[in-house]
C-alpha cells in the first residue's frame, strides 16, 4: 500500500484529498508546511508527497528544494506533486528547477488526482 504525505496550511484541503485517496487504497500522512513535512520524511518512507506551494513557514518551493538537495537517496527522490491556484506559466522554470515531478493545478478533480498518483508511482 502506498503511502502519500500531503502538505497543506489549510485543513479542508487536506481533508478533500484524504477522502479522494480513502478509495485508492493509500495510507495518508498529512502536515501543515514544509517544515512538518520535512519532519515527517525524516521519520518514514513516503511514497509520493502532494506539496501544496502557498505555506507559512516554509513553502512548497522551499520545502521541495530542500528535499532535492539536504536529503540521502532514497528520500531525495521521492515523487513531489505541486499544487496551486496560480497560472502554472508564470510559475513553469520554478516548479522545474526545484524538482516537482508533476503539477496540478486547482481546483482540482477525482481524475485529476488519480492521474497524478498513477503518473508518478507507476514505473515506465
Avoid: W
Amino acid at each position: 500500500m502506498a503511502k502519500i504525505l500531503i502538505v497543506d496550511d489549510i485543513f479542508v484541503n487536506r481533508l478533500l484529498l484524504k477522502e479522494v485517496m480513502k478509495s485508492l487504497n493509500v495510507t495518508c500522512l498529512e502536515a501543515q508546511n514544509g517544515k512538518e513535512a520535512i519532519g515527517i520524511i525524516t521519520k518514514e518512507k513516503v511514497d509520493l508527497v502532494f506539496m501544496d506551494i502557498e505555506m507559512p513557514v516554509m513553502n512548497g518551493l522551499e520545502t521541495t528544494k530542500y528535499i532535492r538537495e539536504k536529503f540521502p537517496s532514497p528520500q531525495k527522490h521521492t515523487p513531489i506533486v505541486a499544487l496551486t491556484a496560480h497560472n502554472p506559466a508564470n510559475f513553469f522554470e520554478d516548479f522545474r528547477d526545484v524538482g516537482f515531478d508533476f503539477l496540478m493545478t486547482k481546483p482540482y478533480s477525482i481524475e485529476k488526482i488519480k492521474q497524478a498518483i498513477e503518473k508518478v508511482l507507476t514505473p515506465i
